[in-house]
């Protein structure tokens, strides 16, 4: 592999005037090599299943020609609600082959923050599996542009009740024509955290896949390389399981690993090692997991060349477990929903430094810009910006075209995230500007968690910040003001922790409550989210120190 300098010094972009995601990742490779192994799915408990790209290449046909028999056309959404499986990504290309946008949603929201991105999106569509019909039924009576619902595992096929996925596929003969879309066409909106208000649906064009390229092939060190083989437990409806891993991975001839399972440390270490994984996409939740779980044993059966992390700043501690028993040297990243993977770290070109997630990956300019859009001298905090256009970039913000404009300044689109660049160009994150927390590697925004928690009828105001946490990086803590203070108890907490957990998802319900007489207030009357989280981080300071 080449040094950074030269990477960076010798990259331009090339794209073509024609290019398409399903053509990227199934059929080029169904062209050459129809019988090349390119999905993995390993439950544990029975032989691993496999899918080549000739495979998925048909069957995405066969999908695409269902679904277009349903009336769906380029530009029209269609929400993909799976668990990591063949049927997601057969379901993802069929999307793309028709113009159409893909909407993935991850398989544990609840209700109402389903509800909210199925509304926003106007999805014409939605493929289920069969495990989330039960929290879609509560809300299908209240989805207006919604007219076809497709279910994996479902056990009808007749009007009116869910379409069988299988059977589906099974009947319909394979829709041969290819959308003829360029980079700039919209392929896939992925919703964000919702830092501020309600979660905004960020729209991206097909070229966010050749954007991705640079990134995965940087922080895995000159990826790919023969043997690799590569595993994430991260969700496939968000971006790092998405663009990080599955689709780029797919592209480069990469065979992808996955378990439908929920992550356990123990259970993960025995996957990697049956799998001969060589390449890994761990968010620091799960490395910090995996470090309270290691033994000899473990760690020998490994087969891994790379591990990546993204999505919440990687302790000392784990970076340094990772080098001591995994003989690895952890490669960050960093990137977010509108404009992923612009800065990381990789070995193999001699960027690697701890407490920094490393430089502008080549093909991305990155600048730490001041409150007036300057650019600040090194060593001086800054807002990290990356400078348009850039292919990685988000197109705007769905129907939001205030919010899109704000997220710019010149042509700089503006993160929120405050970090250091010392002169050697190393970035050190340093925090947010908005109130976003990272907790488990996800980013929530506690508007949404926020709106859910004053819907229950004993609540008055809340606020939501994140508490410091050794495992998690932060927790949801909320401060609630009840409508008749003398209700306040560990009884209530529960209940009311129970109502979000069971609206929105489990990764967002608040782990703590605290009750409170009153809400700080600015003078404009918004609650001062600085005073809890001040004392939230105070709180988890003095535990530490005990």
Known sequence: MQSYEALYAGFAWNLPARFNIAEAVADAWARQEPDRICLIEDRGEQP?????????????????????????????????????????????????????????????????????????????????????????????????????????????????????FDRLIRETPPRLEMAATGPDDPALIIFTSGTTGPPKGALHGHRVLLGHLPGIRFHHDDYPRAGDRIYTPSDWAWAGGLLNVLLPSLQLGVQVVFSAERFRAEEAYRLMARQKVRNAFLPATALRMLAAATDEDAARDLALRTIASAGESLPAATFAWARETLSLTVNEFYGQTECN?????????????????????????????????????????????????????????????????????????????????????????????????????????????????????????????????????????????????????????????????????????????????????????????RVFREQATAEAEAAAAR
């Open 48 to 164: 691993a299943r496999t899918m080549t790209y000739g495979a998925l290449a048909d069957i995405s046909r066969r999908l695409a020609a269902a679904i277009a028999a349903r009336g769906v056309v380029a530009g029209d959404r269609v929400a993909i609600v799976l668990p990591q499986s063949f049927a997601t990504v057969i379901a993802h290309l069929a999307v793309y082959r028709l113009g159409a946008i893909a909407v993935p949603l991850a398989m544990r929201f609840g209700p109402e923050a389903l509800h909210f991105r199925l509304v926003a999106s106007g999805a014409k569509l939605a493929v289920l599996h069969r495990e989330g019909l039960e929290t879609f039924s509560g809300i299908r009576h209240a989805l207006p542009t919604l007219e076809s619902v497709i279910v994996v595992g479902a056990e009808q096929h007749q009007n009116g009740g869910p379409i069988d």
């Open 341 to 529: 993977m612009v800065l990381g770290s990789s070995v193999a070109a001699g960027v690697s430094r701890a407490g920094a997630i490393g430089k502008a990956v080549p093909g991305h300019q990155v600048a730490l810009l001041d409150a007036d859009g300057a650019k600040v001298p090194a060593g001086t905090p800054g807002t990290i910006a990356v400078k348009a256009p850039d292919p990685v970039m988000f197109l705007n913000y769905w129907q939001d075209p205030k919010a899109t404009k704000a997220k710019f300044s010149g042509d700089w689109l503006l993160t929120g995230d405050q970090a250091v660049m010392d002169g050697e160009g190393y970035v050190a994150f340093l925090g947010r500007d908005d109130d976003i927390i990272t907790s488990a590697g996800y980013r929530i925004g506690p508007g949404e968690v926020e709106s859910c928690l004053v819907a229950h009828p004993a609540v008055k105001l809340a606020a939501v910040v994140g508490k410091p946490d050794p495992l998690r990086t932060e927790i949801v803590k909320a401060y609630v003001c009840l409508n008749n203070p003398a209700l306040a108890s560990v009884a209530i907490a529960a209940e009311i922790q129970a109502f979000v957990r069971a609206r929105l998802s489990a990764h967002e319900y608040p782990r703590e409550i605290a009750f409170v007489a009153e809400m700080p207030l600015t003078t404009s009357g918004k609650i001062m989210r």
